[in-house]
Structure formats: structure tokens, C-alpha cells
């Protein structure tokens, strides 16, 4: 006779307290989707809008010498920032800033300690 028994797993028929849609992945269940639906797509519009920002940038600022290298560099940096606003949208950039995390969890903690003491500093004040 064993000592250690295998439970079945919990699921929607077997535990009465938890709701359907909480197993299916979403932590609000199925209200949550229209708000991520309206995130999603207001990134993917702050996307478009930085792409255009890069493009004031590119005609407004010079075009040639030191300066004219550095507008190019601001403006390339933008575009990409935009680009990856539209292609990774919300989700994408939760999963980018979990993988950070992963990989770099002193730098993480340290920067969470300093955010988390400026806040405190900032709502004292």
C-alpha cells in the first residue's frame, strides 16, 4: 500500500467554488476580453503614432554633419520603438519584460527597489 496518494486534478466539474472561465486561462475571466481587446488596439495605435513621430523627426531636423547623423539615429530608434509597439502589442511586451526578468533578476529587483522607493518618496510629498 502506498504512502502517498495522486489526487486527480481539480477541474471545472470537480471543484464547485471555481468558476469555468477562471481554467481557461484568464485570471478575470471572461469580462477581461473586451479590455484586452481596447489595449491591444490602443497599442497597436501608439505604435502607428510613434512610427509618424519618427517621420516628423527625419523631416523637421537636419539632415547633414554630426547633427544630421544623430536626427538619423533618434529617428531609426523611434521607428523601431514604434514597429515593436504594433508587431508585439500588449501581451508581447509582458512576455519580453518576463523574459528580461528571468534572465537578469538582481538588475530587475534593484530597479523594482528603486521604482517602488520613488513612488514612496513621490506620494509623501
Same mark, same amino acid.
Given at each position: 500500500? #502506498?504512502?502517498?496518494?495522486?489526487?486527480?486534478?481539480?477541474?471545472?466539474?470537480?471543484?464547485?467554488?471555481?468558476? !469555468?472561465?477562471?481554467?481557461? /486561462?484568464?485570471? =478575470? /475571466?471572461?469580462?477581461?476580453?473586451? =479590455?484586452g481587446? !481596447? &489595449?491591444?488596439?490602443?497599442?497597436?495605435?501608439?505604435?502607428?503614432? *510613434?512610427?509618424?513621430?519618427a @517621420?516628423?523627426?527625419? @523631416? !523637421?531636423?537636419?539632415?547633414? /554633419? %554630426?547633427?544630421?547623423?544623430?536626427n538619423?539615429? *533618434? &529617428?531609426?530608434?523611434v521607428?523601431?520603438?514604434?514597429? +515593436?509597439?504594433? $508587431? !508585439?502589442?500588449?501581451?508581447?511586451? %509582458?512576455n @519580453? %519584460?518576463? $523574459?528580461?526578468?528571468?534572465?537578469?533578476?538582481? #538588475? &530587475?529587483?534593484?530597479?523594482?527597489?528603486? *521604482?517602488? +522607493?520613488?513612488?514612496?518618496?513621490? %506620494?509623501?510629498?
Amino acid at each position: 500500500m #502506498p504512502l502517498i496518494r495522486s489526487t486527480p486534478p481539480i477541474t471545472p466539474k470537480t471543484s464547485p467554488t471555481i468558476p !469555468k472561465q477562471a481554467h481557461k /486561462g484568464s485570471l =478575470a /475571466g471572461s469580462g477581461s476580453a473586451p =479590455a484586452g481587446k !481596447k &489595449a491591444e488596439e490602443w497599442t497597436a495605435s501608439a505604435g502607428s503614432k *510613434v512610427e509618424s513621430l519618427a @517621420d516628423t523627426i527625419r @523631416d !523637421k531636423g537636419p539632415g547633414q /554633419g %554630426m547633427l544630421g547623423k544623430a536626427n538619423e539615429a *533618434v &529617428a531609426s530608434t523611434v521607428e523601431r520603438t514604434g514597429e +515593436y509597439l504594433q $508587431d !508585439k502589442n500588449l501581451h508581447g511586451m %509582458m512576455n @519580453d %519584460m518576463t $523574459d528580461l526578468i528571468k534572465r537578469n533578476p538582481l #538588475p &530587475a529587483l534593484f530597479v523594482g527597489l528603486g *521604482v517602488g +522607493y520613488l513612488l514612496g518618496r513621490a %506620494m509623501r510629498s
